[in-house]
């Protein structure tokens, strides 16, 4: 006897834990002491959740019991689809309509806290009646209608009135809070152009026209203008970034050189003056002037290209356009010759990717129009119709050496893109018109299966496996799996992977 009265009492202290945890999930209890007729609190009524969708944003309600004669809590998000975080200022107009009577309530501002519109209803009679959100954002406004929306007349009628909520198979609970906080984008799929694309390898070079090297003016020692003289950094045209001394040297003496040809100038120029005037007393005939006057004017010159940016360090070397310095070719201290190249100044304006075509894909060359291509140092991918790209050339003969052909595009850097780089390329060829592509960040692996997380309702999602095909290192083609117009995640399928592995839908909402 006592065994019995023992279980008893545990399968009561069970019943009211599990009334007091469903109230705690519901997160909207009423007052201590407070209670209704039937001994029910609305926290053991679901609440009803409807999920509306503009070009612009998200709505997602829930809607606590409508019962006449008592208030129902309705909380309302809002969620900007382009950054997928919370509207909190639009005024909102929630109506409900019974027969003839109705009811309605303004709220302009979300909760400070939880970031949600929150109101509450009182309906005056029972029955089928229509809840409507009108929504006015930015001079626009935006109507949703919920249907044949019950009115209970009474607590015992709302908690054992059928629920009307399919979640799917084993739905995943990821609330808007949860999105919110975290870098998280759902989208809706579409069907669009596609293209055949052949992934390959390549790398990136700076464009004709837009990388200089300078070389050196004269022999001598190689001195930096500044210990700041190093790859990558920024110069202005006419910077000087080097100077070449030969002081000190016996041969090719840049310095010695310049006095010398100032000597033979300041000579011949005294003697082209002599000549000048003993000309015009026909001392001397006039091809004796003429040859004054050129032995002058080679000297002249002999002497400007010797001394021309020739300071007290010795031979001064500036860069003739703006840009970087993408690599130093000699050392401080290092002799030069005449002409040895000294550094390579890159305006990186404009890039050329050059892509290794193999064998296999020669018969389809004659389709290539763009590409995309993915850095290593940094996994981002960029697409060439996005930097201004363009077709350059298809090469002709096969390398002897890589057994390849090249194909070059020209781009815009835009980004921090590197030359010199090698990068993954993914050539677009042929097109495919009507195809379901996702977002490569959409696609999850396990075990070499593919998923993606379909939302279903505002906060309810369900994994899905998909076949994908091609990629284009952005977006990848969906064979199976994925229907037009469905929501996915793209950007956070990893937290609702996390949140999967809690396999319980809680009801309500905690605020």
Not at 194 to 216: M, N, R
């Amino acid at each position: 006897m006592k065994t019995i009265k023992l279980i008893s009492l545990l399968v009561m202290l069970v019943i009211a834990w599990g009334c007091n945890r469903n109230k705690s999930a519901n997160g909207h209890n009423h007052a201590e002491g407070e209670s209704h007729s039937d001994g029910h609190d609305h926290s053991e009524i679901e609440a009803m959740t409807h999920t509306f969708y503009t070009s612009d944003f998200e709505l997602f309600a829930e809607i606590g019991p409508l019962i006449q004669g008592e208030e129902a809590e309705i909380f309302v998000h809002l969620t900007d689809l382009s950054t997928y975080k919370p509207i909190e200022s639009a005024e909102i107009t929630t109506s409900l309509i019974v027969g003839e009577k109705g009811i309605r309530k303004i709220v302009t501002q979300a909760d400070k806290a939880s970031h949600v519109f929150e109101l509450t209803l009182q309906p005056v009679v029972s029955g089928k009646g229509k809840l409507i959100f009108e929504v006015t954002r930015n001079g626009k406004k935006e109507s949703f209608a919920v249907d044949n929306i019950p009115v209970f007349a009474d607590d015992h009628e709302a908690l054992h009135a059928e629920q009307d909520h399919v979640h799917g198979e084993n739905p995943i609970k990821f609330s808007k809070e949860q999105a919110w906080k975290s870098d998280f984008k759902v989208q809706q799929v579409k069907r669009s152009t596609f293209h055949q694309v052949l992934k390959t390898s390549g790398q990136i070079i700076s464009a004709p026209g837009d990388e200089i090297t300078l070389s050196a003016t004269a022999s001598g020692i190689t001195k930096f203008v500044n210990n700041r003289i190093v790859d990558g950094l920024a110069v202005r045209a006419g910077e000087a970034l080097f100077a070449i001394s030969g002081k000190g040297l016996t041969e090719g003496n840049s310095e010695t050189k310049s006095a010398d040809a100032k000597l033979f100038l300041d000579n011949a120029k005294k003697n082209y003056d002599r000549a000048t005037e003993l000309v015009k007393d026909q001392i001397i005939s006039q091809k004796e002037f003429n040859q004054r006057k050129l032995d002058y004017e080679q000297a002249l010159i002999n002497y400007q290209t010797l001394s021309a940016d020739m300071g007290t360090s010795g031979k001064s070397i500036a860069t003739p356009i703006s840009g970087f310095i993408k690599n130093i070719l000699v050392q401080s201290g290092q002799y030069v010759e005449i002409g040895q190249p000294i550094a390579t100044i890159t305006q990186n304006r404009r890039l050329l990717l050059s892509a290794d075509i193999p064998q296999r894909f020669y018969s389809q060359l004659n389709n290539i129009a763009t590409a995309n291509f993915t850095t290593s140092y940094d996994n981002h991918t960029y697409d060439l119709s996005e930097l201004n790209g363009k077709l350059l050339s298809i090469g002709k003969s096969t390398s002897t050496t890589t057994f390849t052909k090249a194909v070059n595009f020209e781009f815009d850097n835009k980004g921090d893109i590197t030359p010199g780089v090698f990068v993954n390329v993914y050539l677009k060829s042929s097109p495919i018109p009507n195809a379901i592509t996702i977002p490569e960040t959409a696609l999850t692996e396990e075990q070499g299966h593919f998923f993606v997380y379909v939302q279903t309702e505002g906060e309810i999602f369900q994994k899905r496996e998909v076949i994908p095909g091609m990629s284009d290192g952005l977006n990848v083609q969906i064979l199976s799996g994925l229907e037009e117009n469905e929501r996915i995640v793209t950007r956070g399928a990893y937290l609702v992977k996390l949140a999967s592995l809690s396999n319980a839908v809680p009801h309500g909402h905690e605020h």
